[in-house]
């Protein structure tokens, strides 16, 4: 299967004025079509760098980025890309917040707002349409802001720690809810966690970054089906495996190409 989304030797070296420092040592990684891949990695290790690469906010040092096989490197609005932060804008209605992408795109405001109002209603949003964000829980927020980056309409998703700032419960919920709408619209969605739990139960493979420069320690996959009980066997095998690699991280690191 071709790979929807490909870093390709990309690498990165800030300037500063202490000198060179090499954030990302050269990773080459392949994502297939319709994918949930999670990134994990230790605190600062480089993946919003890679993010923000693969967004088209920040030009690598080496390498490139392919989307369908085509270079990417430096475009930007090629995926959509959503914050731990919501940055709903608190003006509009959760409805004018949704299709912010759509009307960036150049879609009509009456076009827009009605492909996305079944949706808003489908998706959990029904009766939250015509309220500014301020009125909406922390995990109604998160929802508008993904249905927003969902109808920016791109292939690869993008989502940096979506759920960090929520409860327990309400994270739960969420990891549900994503898992509907990635079923639903067949995205290929690649998703940045700092916890070894939530990368277990959303992905189908687990990218395990290094300290910087950052490269891919290993791939782990999972091809059980949804949802998943934390306590199933496979899961304390593979979590077992991630405790150990981010024990081992202060090792040297052998770096082989990686296919997800």
Same mark, same amino acid.
């Given at each position: 299967m071709s790979a929807k989304l490909r870093l390709d030797q990309v690498g990165m070296t800030f300037r500063t004025a202490n000198g060179a420092f090499q954030a990302l040592a @050269?990773?080459? %990684?392949?994502?297939? @079509?319709? &994918?949930f891949v999670s990134l994990i990695g230790p605190s600062g290790c480089g993946k919003s760098t890679i993010f923000n690469i693969v967004a088209g906010l920040l030009e690598p040092t080496s390498g490139r980025? %392919?989307?369908?096989?085509?270079? *990417?490197?430096g475009t930007i609005g090629r995926v959509g890309y959503m914050l731990q932060k919501d940055l709903l804008l608190p003006w509009r209605t959760v409805l004018d917040?949704?299709? =912010?992408?759509?009307?960036? $795109?150049?879609? @009509? =405001?009456?076009? *827009? &707002? $009605?492909?996305?109002?079944p949706l808003l209603r489908r998706y959990g949003l029904a009766s939250f349409e015509y309220l500014h964000p301020s009125a909406l829980s922390g995990g109604m927020r998160q929802r508008a802001a993904l249905l927003r980056t969902l109808l920016?309409?791109?292939?690869?998703?993008l989502l940096?720690? @979506?759920?960090?700032? %929520?409860?327990?419960q309400t994270k739960l919920q969420m990891q549900e809810w994503l898992l509907r709408l990635w079923a639903d619209f067949g995205k290929t969605v690649v998703f940045v966690t700092h916890d070894i739990d939530e990368a277990l139960q959303l992905a189908d &493979?687990? /990218?395990?970054?290094?300290?910087?420069p950052t490269r891919v320690l290993e791939i782990i996959a999972l $091809? +059980?089906?949804r949802p998943r009980a934390l306590a199933d066997r496979d899961l304390d095998t593979r979590?077992?495996?991630? /405790?150990?690699?981010? &024990?081992? =991280? +202060? $090792?040297p690191v052998l770096h082989k190409e990686p296919v997800a």
């Open positions: @050269p990773v080459t %990684l392949s994502i297939a @079509p319709g &994918r980025v %392919l989307i369908d096989g085509t270079d *990417a490197t917040n949704v299709i =912010l992408g759509m009307e960036i $795109q150049g879609v @009509p =405001l009456k076009k *827009a &707002r $009605q492909r996305a109002l920016f309409d791109t292939d690869v998703i940096d720690e @979506p759920f960090g700032a %929520l409860d327990a &493979r687990t /990218v395990v970054l290094s300290n910087k $091809q +059980k089906a979590r077992e495996k991630l /405790v150990n690699l981010f &024990r081992s =991280l +202060k $090792q």
